[in-house]
């Protein structure tokens, strides 16, 4: 089991840019994948986006080409780039980790065994 600590949500205006991060401890599985979810008030939480071992990564239809998961083994952090923000994007964000492969369905919550606590980004217009 790893520990995972998010930093870096702040308020912001729309338009602009932060970027988030995810410590694990003691380290990031090797084998498995990491992902970032949120979750707005009333709603469920939903998958953001998710990378794999390997690199490949994957995105929800509302953040591809705003939004850039990327994560540093040596630092064993991951992080979330985010730019052109909107309203919208105003939820609570969590790291996750996966310990082995590939998720069948990489946007389930099931598919992970560790998560954060989550830090929160706040976009206002």
């Known amino acids: 089991q790893v520990q995972l600590v998010e930093s870096g949500g702040v308020s912001v205006q729309a338009g602009g840019s932060l970027r988030l991060s995810c410590a694990a401890s003691?380290?990031?599985?090797?084998?498995?994948?990491m992902a970032w979810f949120r979750q707005a008030p009333g709603k469920e939480r939903e998958g953001v986006t998710n990378i794999n071992s390997d690199g490949r990564t994957r995105y929800a239809g509302a953040v591809m080409g705003r939004l850039t998961i990327s994560k540093d083994n040596a630092k064993n952090t991951l992080y979330l780039q985010m730019n052109s923000l909107k309203p919208e994007d105003t939820a609570m964000y969590y790291c996750?980790?996966?310990?082995?492969?590939?998720?069948?369905?990489?946007?389930?919550?099931?598919?992970?065994?560790?998560w954060g606590q989550g830090t929160q980004v706040t976009v206002s217009s």
């Open positions: 003691p380290y990031i599985y090797s084998t498995g994948s």
């Open positions: 996750a980790a996966r310990r082995w492969g590939r998720p069948p369905s990489w946007s389930a919550t099931t598919a992970y065994n560790d």
